[in-house]
């Protein structure tokens, strides 16, 4: 599966921004995704994941709330919409794909698949 985040950009404190990952290759129904976010000089970590159905989706803590993910199985794409933006969201956001059964649905080992990131820029 090759996948492909977009949509970054820089945006004021308070306003909002919807990210989107596509997918390729395989179809995308059968995998866990998820959104991941790294800022500069700091570990990657969790922001969200959704389940194969779209039933089902987990937020941090940082972020639940303000941003909801989403996914198309049909469109073979996945979104997150960033509302009420912070300078703390700041970062490269990836997109991952990963087999639906692992449980450890907010450890980056748990996703086989990566999108390249996509830069958020938050201005105060």
């Known amino acids: 599966v090759q996948l492909q985040a977009f949509g970054g950009g820089l945006v004021q404190a308070g306003g909002f921004l919807r990210l989107s990952c596509t997918a390729s290759g395989r179809p995308v129904s059968s995998y866990r995704m998820g959104w991941f976010r790294q800022a500069p000089g700091k570990e990657r970590e969790f922001v969200a994941t959704i389940a194969r159905s779209g039933s089902a989706d987990y937020y941090a803590d940082s972020v639940k709330g303000r941003f909801t993910i989403s996914r198309d199985n049909a469109k073979n794409m996945m979104y997150l919409q960033l509302d009420s933006v912070k300078p703390d969201d700041t970062a490269v956001y990836y997109c991952?794909?990963?087999?639906?059964?692992?449980?450890?649905?907010?450890?980056?080992?748990?996703?086989?698949?990566w999108g390249q990131g996509t830069q958020v820029t938050v201005s105060s």
């Open positions: 991952a794909a990963g087999p639906y059964y692992r449980s450890a649905w907010d450890d980056f080992r748990t996703y086989n698949y």
